[in-house]
Nanobody, 124 residues
């Protein structure tokens, strides 16, 4: 079992920055690819970013590319999402996910583990 706990969601003004964290625990969590998704009210879940288990490969959704950066700290078993130049349309609940295969995350497939989410609100 892998447990994922997100944190860092907050209310921020447009143009501001925020960093989300996802702390992973569990016997095999260090070998899992990790990713972020978001879901705004009334909208479908959207892929945000993913990172391979060794941190070498990173992938981004089109709407956040160039503004968001995903990274991971293996010593802390934590994945981060640095969000810059935030826009009101970035408002959503952000979820952390983990899977053995990064391709599953990128494609939005049936991932092995999910966190409960953290709310990001961007005011105009």
């Amino acid at each position: 079992q892998v447990q994922l706990v997100e944190s860092g969601g907050d209310l921020v003004q447009a143009g501001g920055s925020l960093r989300l964290s996802c702390a992973a625990s569990g016997r095999t969590s260090r070998t899992y690819a990790m990713g972020w998704f978001r879901q705004a009210p009334g909208k479908e879940r959207e892929f945000v970013a993913a990172i391979t288990w060794h941190g070498v490969g990173t992938y981004y959704g089109g709407s956040v590319k160039g503004r968001f950066t995903i990274s991971r700290d293996g010593t802390k078993n934590t994945v981060y999402l640095q969000m810059n130049s935030l826009k009101p349309e970035d408002t959503a609940v952000y979820y952390c996910a983990a899977d053995e295969k990064v391709a599953i995350i990128i494609q939005g497939g049936d991932m092995d583990y999910w966190g409960k989410g953290t709310l990001v609100t961007v005011s105009s």
